[in-house]
């Protein structure tokens, strides 16, 4: 078995696939630079599409396999180009009786499901053609739907406050999905503003596994957070296999956003354009309790958890990542350079020693990395929709 680096959520634009509908070289290479992007500069072997519900993009996809550009693997998933692994799926966002909605990533083996799951949706969303993601079915009858068809469903940024399950929707996943359905579920996607450890709160969720994906809706942010999936090759099964922790396939670890910086770790007021650096959980402005706030991640997580927050042994190891796009002084011409040098921006974040990053950029610079690698640099919270920030 081998180690594979799999990102699981990526935007991948009806215009942009649109586009390579129209046989234009130039339209060609919108997709063959996500291909570019993933395989070369992030070293990511596997990603997951999850805008495949739209008729455009089933369209997209329907040519180029005829274009001979996209082949169906036997195990489920699609090869582009013999470089990258691509898993058909979607984004869907669900509501709930009392009236407050999730996004599920859910994911399916082949063409003819996607295609199948697309039909029946259509009764279910509106604007499908321009990729929107909000259905008018609860979580339990998306789930339904999805279980039917071979897929698998995976509650996606289950943290964060405007649409994921625990963040906006409940305390519980047992209150949205009957119990049979909840044990399908493999695995929740942490979201950028938590980490395992933050996720241990929950006991419920002891029987599935943590995923870490960047949520891309550009090519820069492709692979800022990822996996290493144990597999024995690269079909839809097999990554089916890891996420359950079946037959020795596993997830190994994950990377991800040092919390901190995500965009609603801690609580933010909109009137005082204030993030909290109180004890958590802070639920109202500290200035005034009128003001209308957004709850960070960090403080919901408090206000629900049935336990403390440590380090479970049996979990695999969730490293922190600080994305070069972070470190204070790294431009886009930074970047280039040490992707020149060093292959993929997986191999500077983790891999490259400091002597050798020295010889590229900066003492300081290098420092900041190194320091990042190691969880060390100084972090002002994200929350309220903004990113955090490397202090410097
Ligand atoms: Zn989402
Ligand atoms: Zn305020």
Redesign the pocket.
Known sequence: MQEYFVDLHVHIGRSLMGKITKRGTSNKLTFSNIAYEAHHRKGIQVIGVVDCVSPWIIRDIEELLDAGELDEIPGGGMVYSDDLVILLGSEIETRESHGCSAHSLVFFPGLSQVKEFSRIMDGHMTNLEYNSTISRLSGQELFDIVDSLDGIFIPGHVFTPYKGFYGNCADRLADIFNPSSLEKIPSIELGLSADTDMAHQLSELDSKTFISNSDAHSLRRMGREYNIMLMEELNFSEVVKALRNQQGRKIVANYGLNPKLGKYHRTF??????ITNLPPPVLE????PK???VLGVLDRLEMIRDREAKPNSKRPPYYYQVPLEFIPGVGPKTIDKLIGAFGNEMNILHRACPQEIREVVSEEITNLIIKGREGKLAIAYGGGGKYGKVKH
Do not use: I, S, Y
């Open positions: 007021c909109f009137k005082c354009e204030n402005c500290p200035n005034e003001h209308r706030v």
